[in-house]
């Protein structure tokens, strides 16, 4: 009766396993979709102005296991989204831009998450 018991054990733990390896690649594939989708909104709602260089610099990468989202003119980011001083005086107002993105994604993600545990 004791091999039937541990055959049942590696049993569970194989299923277990199997269904942890799938939700991880589900998780995975939720992931690179909303770091890609992020991406794009951060192209179409960024300030355009003389630089059209930030708005279509806006990447999603993958480091290591994360998915990144970044632009390559990234000394930009926070002048544009915090506001800075002029040289002569004065601010320039910020520009809120990431901010509403990274939100939507965080939902996104959350909800494809909670899609690929029930599914």
């Not at 091999?3 to 594939?29: C, P, S, W």
């Not at 610099?57 to 506001?83: D, F, I, P």
């Not at 002569?88 to 520009?95: E, M, T």
């Amino acid at each position: 009766m004791a091999t039937n018991i541990n055959d049942f054990a590696a049993q569970i733990n194989r299923t277990l396993a199997n269904y942890a390896h799938g939700v991880g690649e589900e998780i995975e594939k939720v992931a690179e979709k909303v770091a890609k989708e992020g991406a794009q909104q951060l192209k179409a709602r960024s300030p355009v102005g003389m630089r059209h260089r930030y708005a279509k610099g806006w990447r999603a990468k993958k480091v290591g296991k994360q998915w990144v989202v970044h632009n390559t003119e990234y000394q930009l980011t926070h002048l544009l989204e915090k506001g800075h001083a002029k040289v002569g005086g004065g601010r320039v107002p910020a520009k809120v831009h990431i901010a509403p993105v990274e939100e939507d994604m965080i939902d996104k993600f959350i909800k494809g998450v909670e899609e690929a545990i029930r599914g």
